[in-house]
């Protein structure tokens, strides 16, 4: 039985508005229900359309696509559920699959999500989590005493048709049916009737005033760093675009504060105390860094409403203090629909919002049909039992496998296609996205049966769904029966030594084949023996050379070796080898095939106890490649000296375009926290052993090309376990590095190449960075926190030290700086999301600030 260790986290359910941008009815409508719905504050609106609305259109001059803006929203938000404006909109997009692959009643209709039941005079939620759970709760634990310090809490009376009274406040349905949520709310705080102004606004945001839309996010604590400042919105509540972009800023992590553009005379005072309170030292920081707020104008403000923004704001702000303004003004809106990968700029964040978590240790069970596990789900303390919603709330899980079980905890992200991998028991989808395994759940206190897949066989279903057809071949089952005789990656440390790797292979049986002037013969060599001694100098040798607990007896319950015993024959003199549970009284001679006596009394020089390699460590040719795999895996799992989750399959034989080509691993790896790429990344490796000469040929280079054209964004590992790379195996990396160059839609390489040489296959545990500190020279160059902190990083840095190239970082950037360009003040044409940002500002170009103490973000 396997054990996996998981994080298990509960959310609020995330439920995405499908609408056209100019439809006001429905996103009025949509906020509304939204104020009736747990997390409901955090609900994305994705606009839907083929030419952009007018506001937006300086955002897309051309270079993305209705549908590609589309899938991006919902690429960056991860809805659990889709909820349509007008019925068909997945299909006007370009999602209509979509709908075939997600559970029954996880896309809805706008009119079906608040619809009365037959029969009843109320109407259910069908989506998420009623909020009258959570006001009956407020009420439960905190309403029904009496306080010192009430809580005070306001509704919005006859709020304006523009939808910026939801947008801010919150306000419940007056649809039939719905009553009930504003009678609730009533009935828990008692709130005070107050219109849609800036002094109702003053109150809610300095005294903590309770609203309808604050109410939604109980017991929800959203995560932020000390990075997230303060962020003030400026906005035009005229124009819907700007409430669409003012409703989907609350799911990034800055801490937001709307601020419509009319209301600001009357909010100046409260706006300079935002800033100046913002305005503060970071802790802890010796140079003196400072948290500064962020003005932010939205798409519909215009040039000159700007400029008579910041000409209000500009007598009242704090001095700066030898360093960057008290205030930073940023003129476009974050493309949160661009996809997240290998640009020049990091990608913008979805919030996460905390509400409970637990570790678990999974117990893995073997069936006859597949591998399964059961947890017990976490739920909101204040949920009822049962409710009409297919989806109440989710439970998103982190599965860690650190190379010990053959279990696959690593996919890609199947935010499009929902029907693969089947997680989850039944018909229920699971999503795979940034959060983990994102489980729905509708009742309390029912287990959740987790059904696994082998990586061989989830890596293997990936390949047949990108249209190859794939099989392990001979080595890549001699590298699986490694991994699993040492136990997993983990154990491949045992073998992680030149010295005994080449014993290894010394001692391993072998194919000779010659001519004899007729035809070809083939002699099969057995596995060769050798004396305790030598195994055990090795053994103490190691142990000198590093911290490592090792002993012989670490090689023998590994079954890499086994003790045998040297007699000669007394009939032929032959030499034969028999291992300990074979012993007897009377031996088998191995030639000559007659019975001799045991030599009991014969001397050292008769009898020798020896050593043999065993199972696919006695295959010749360092097991046919199976170490420089196995090794490369393992150390590629810890480059950042943490051993991530990685899921992989050795030497597997693809069909491609009615050709057969050969990856020596391919391998899925869990992307690293300071990484800019979010889905797990796609390793495709060529490994090499020791050897002489040229290691690497034309043939392996063009088998990587083929690979990666099929799987663009994928990693190109290329390996050897001698120390360095040859001259003309330099010469054929150095192109490949070049070929992968090629600008892909986002800015970024097409492929990225990363080289390991047995400095970095054969250490023991240590981090690179203090391996390559230690090589000293050009790899030391390389060792510090910022070539070593993520896969990206080292893969660069690695083909700067082995090829002596700069970072494709490095070139773009030098291509830019020598691209002619009229204006040479002006920012040279960038290509890639970083570009489109600078030259795709929303409204007008930035104004500048009349005094230092605004700067531009």
């Known amino acids: 039985m396997a054990e996996l260790s998981a994080v298990v986290r509960l959310r609020p359910a995330r439920i995405a508005l499908l609408v056209t941008p100019g439809d006001k009815a429905a996103v009025v409508k949509f906020m509304r229900i939204c104020t009736c719905m747990w997390g409901g504050r955090y609900n994305p609106i994705i606009p839907v359309f083929r030419k952009p609305p007018k506001d937006w259109a300086a955002e897309f001059p051309g270079d993305v696509t209705g549908l590609e803006i589309a899938r991006g929203y919902i690429q960056f938000f991860e809805p659990d559920a889709f909820v349509e404006a007008q019925p068909g909109l997945l299909e006007k997009v370009g999602l209509g699959s979509l709908r075939e692959y997600i559970s029954r009643g996880r896309v809805l209709t706008l009119d079906e999500v608040l619809e009365p039941e037959p029969h009843k005079d109320w109407a259910e ?21 009496h306080q010192r310090d009430p809580s005070a809490a306001v509704t919005i009376a006859n709020p304006p048709t523009s939808g910026l009274a939801e947008a801010i406040f919150g306000v419940y349905p007056d649809t039939d049916g ?8 009533d009935n828990v705080y008692r709130p005070e009737a107050v219109p849609c102004s800036p002094a109702s606004w003053k109150r809610v945001l300095f005294e903590g005033v309770t609203t309808p839309l604050s109410a939604t996010s109980h017991d929800i604590r959203p995560q932020r760093l000390w990075t997230n400042d303060a962020k003030i919105f400026v906005f035009d509540p005229t124009h819907l675009t700007d409430l669409i972009d003012l409703w989907n800023l609350r799911s990034e992590p800055n801490p937001l504060i709307p601020v419509p553009v009319g209301w600001l005379p009357d909010l100046l005072p409260e706006i300079h105390r935002i800033i100046a309170d913002e305005y503060r030292p970071l802790q802890g920081n010796p140079n003196g860094i400072m948290h500064s707020a962020i003005l932010e104008f939205s798409r519909g403000v215009g040039e000159e409403a700007r400029r008579k923004v910041l000409d209000l704001l500009q007598p009242g702000l704090p001095q700066s203090k030898d360093g960057p303004g008290s205030l930073s003004v940023k003129q476009w809106r974050d ?6 990968g290998r640009g020049m700029m990091n990608p913008p964040k979805r919030i996460v919002l905390d509400v409970e978590e637990k570790r678990v240790t999974l117990e893995v069970k073997e069936t006859d049909s597949q591998p399964s596990a059961r947890y017990e789900p976490l739920r909101p303390s204040f949920a009822s039992r049962y409710g009409a919603s297919q989806i109440r709330w989710v439970n998103s899980l982190r599965v860690a496998n650190y190379g010990r079980a053959d279990i696959a905890t690593i996919y890609p992200y199947n935010t499009f296609d929902r029907s693969r991998p089947r997680l989850g028991f039944g018909a229920m989808d699971v999503m795979i996205g940034t959060e983990g395994w994102s489980f729905g759940q509708r009742y309390d206190g029912i287990g959740e049966l987790l059904q696994f897949e082998t990586q061989e066989t989830a890596i293997l279903g990936f390949l047949k769904r990108s249209g190859m057809e794939a099989r392990l071949s001979e080595p890549g089952h001699i590298a699986k029966q490694i991994i699993d005789q040492l136990g997993g990656l983990w154990g491949t440390r045992l073998i992680a030594d030149g010295e005994t790797l080449k014993l290894m292979n010394d001692m391993a049986g072998g194919v000779r084949r010659r001519q004899n002037g007729v035809e070809e013969v083939q002699e099969q060599f057995d596995p060769r023996s050798r004396p305790i001694k030598d195994w055990a100098g090795l053994v103490k040798r190691r142990k000198a ?10 090689f023998t319950k590994a079954s890499i070796l086994v003790l045998e015993l040297e007699t000669q024959c007394t009939n032929c003199l032959n030499r034969n080898w028999d291992a300990v549970d074979r012993l007897g009284y009377s031996l088998t001679c191995k030639r000559c095939l007659k019975p001799y006596p045991f030599p009991q009394g014969a001397t050292t020089t008769e009898r020798l106890w020896t050593y043999r390699v065993a199972g696919p460590f006695s295959v010749q040719d360092y097991a046919k490649g199976a170490y420089g795999a196995v090794l490369a895996l393992q150390t590629i799992g810890e480059l950042d000296s943490h051993f991530r989750s990685i899921n992989f399959i050795t030497a597997v034989e693809l069909g491609l375009e009615g050709r057969r080509i050969e990856a020596d691993y391919i391998a899925f790896h869990q992307a690293e926290a300071f990484d800019s790429q979010y889905n797990p990344n796609l390793i495709l490796g060529e490994a090499k052993s020791f050897g002489q000469g040229d290691l690497i040929k034309p043939k392996d280079i063009a088998r990587l090309k083929d690979l990666a054209l099929r799987f663009p964004g994928s990693y190109l590992a290329v390996s050897v376990l001698r120390n360095e790379f040859t001259d003309t195996e330099k010469a054929l990396l150095r192109k490949l590095v070049r070929w992968t160059r090629k600008l892909a839609v986002d800015g970024g390489p097409r492929n990225r190449v990363l080289l390991l040489t047995g400095y970095e296959l054969l250490r023991q545990s240590e981090p690179i960075g203090h391996t390559w500190k230690e090589i000293g020279g050009r790899h030391a160059e390389f060792s510090d926190f910022h070539h070593t902190r993520s896969l990206r990083n080292i893969a660069e840095a690695s083909i700067a030290i082995h090829l002596d190239m700069s970072s494709f970082e490095s070139e773009r950037h030098a291509a830019w700086s020598k691209r002619p360009r009229k204006d040479p003040n002006a920012f040279p044409r960038l290509p890639g999301q970083w570009g489109r940002v600078l030259h795709s500002m929303s409204g007008p170009g930035a104004p500048e600030a009349p005094e230092p103490q605004c700067q531009e973000h």
């Open 178 to 185: 719905s009553e009930y949520f504003s009678r609730t709310f």
């Open 335 to 340: 493309r949160i629909w661009d996809k997240p």
């Open 545 to 554: 050379l590093s911290y490592q607990v090792l002993e012989l007896d670490h």
């Open 125 to 145: 939620l069908h989506l998420g989590l009623p909020v009258t759970d959570c006001l009956e709760d407020v009420y439960r634990t905190e309403q029904r005493f």
